[in-house]
């Protein structure tokens, strides 16, 4: 419910923060899930694909980021050391990151509602049915 709730109040323009600590829900989710994969077959299955797929693509996102900021950091502050078009790479890198996040910024809402749905529920479901 935490994981739901919390990537429903997420969006493309949502914090990098806050989209990598849903990551670490996702992951979360998906270990718990992966233990009861023999128990709860398909449902969990399901659930499994589609978090790791949301976890993947968040992941890329994080590290296309975090690249970004630190071409940007070096061709600002550390070319001295580098040679002369050592600033000209590392801005078309930079920019390639940042062009690599928005794409990824905006596969993220179809992404996290592949999750939503009858997916819960049908695991849930399963769950009652090898409870009782």
Do not use: T
Request: glycine content about 6%; overall charge positive; proline content about 4%.
């Amino acid at each position: 419910r935490k994981l739901r709730r919390a990537g429903k109040r997420l969006g493309s323009d949502s914090p990098s923060e806050d989209l990598h600590a849903l990551r670490i829900r996702c992951k979360r989710a998906r270990y718990a899930l992966e233990f009861f994969l023999p128990l709860y077959d398909n449902p969990a299955e399901s659930l499994v694909s589609r978090l790791a797929r949301l976890q993947h693509l968040l992941g890329e996102l994080h590290d296309a980021e975090v690249a970004a900021e630190r071409f940007q950091a070096l061709a600002h502050d550390g070319v001295e050391h580098l040679p002369d078009n050592a600033g000209f790479v590392l801005g078309r890198l930079a920019e390639r990151s940042v062009q690599r996040a928005r794409k990824l910024r905006r596969r993220f809402p179809d992404r996290f509602a592949s999750l939503r749905g009858s997916r819960w529920k049908d695991l849930k479901r399963a769950m009652h049915a090898k409870a009782g």
